[in-house]
Each structure stands twice: as structure tokens, then as C-alpha cells.
């Protein structure tokens, strides 16, 4: 059974720094894709980065130069630092990883809150 855990979020100031990480079991992780999503309320979710299984990364114009996607497949762990945070940023944070077999799987999610 595939589970995602997600962790890190929290209460920020404006300008603070986080680091979420998506701990991943039950697949083989090195051969999945990544993204972090958020949903802020009464948004739609949205991808915010995305890392290939050879670690091409990809990110929403909102974030770029901001948030940096990151994996380490020793450790079965995917991770979003998120620099300079922005009040815009709160939203609930998302990691999903992607089977080789095209799979989605989702966790729970994790709450960041920018705000002074």
C-alpha cells in the first residue's frame, strides 16, 4: 500500500523560510514522479513544482526563483523549500507521486500559514 506523508508546514511571517517534505512508502520512488500542489480556500488546487524520476523540475511562475523541489531516493523523501514567503502562499500543501506505471497517489496534505 502506497502512503505519503507530508510534514514541515507551520505559521510563517512574511518572508520567512519552510521546508515540506513528502516521505514516501509501498513504491519504488526512485522511478516516480513528484509535484507539490496547494490549495488555498475556495481556490482550485494548483501545481506549484514538479520533479521527474531524473530530476527535471518544473515550477508555476508564481513560485520560480522562490521554491526549490528536491528528492533524495535514498531516503524515499521529496522536499519543497520555500523561501520568501508571501501572505499568497497559505494554502494546504500537496505532494503526489506518480508510479512508473502512471499512478497517482496523493497525501494528506500539510498547512502553511504566511502571515505576520
Known amino acids: 500500500q502506497v502512503q505519503l506523508v507530508e510534514s514541515g508546514g507551520g505559521l510563517v511571517q512574511p518572508g520567512g523560510s519552510l521546508r515540506l517534505s513528502c516521505a514516501a512508502s509501498?513504491?519504488?520512488?526512485?522511478?516516480?514522479?513528484m509535484g507539490w500542489y496547494r490549495q488555498a480556500p475556495g481556490k482550485e488546487r494548483e501545481l506549484v513544482a514538479h520533479?521527474?524520476?531524473?530530476?527535471?523540475?518544473h515550477y508555476a511562475d508564481s513560485v520560480k526563483g522562490r521554491f526549490t523541489i528536491s528528492r533524495d531516493n535514498a531516503k524515499n523523501t521529496g522536499y519543497l523549500q520555500m523561501n520568501s514567503l508571501k501572505p499568497e502562499d497559505t494554502a494546504a500543501y500537496y505532494c503526489?507521486?506518480?508510479?512508473?506505471?502512471?499512478?497517482?497517489?496523493w497525501g494528506k496534505g500539510t498547512l502553511v500559514t504566511v502571515s505576520s
Open positions: 520533479i521527474s524520476s531524473g530530476s527535471s523540475t
Open positions: 509501498g513504491i519504488i520512488f526512485s522511478i516516480s514522479a
Open positions: 503526489k507521486v506518480t508510479s512508473y506505471s502512471g499512478m497517482n497517489y
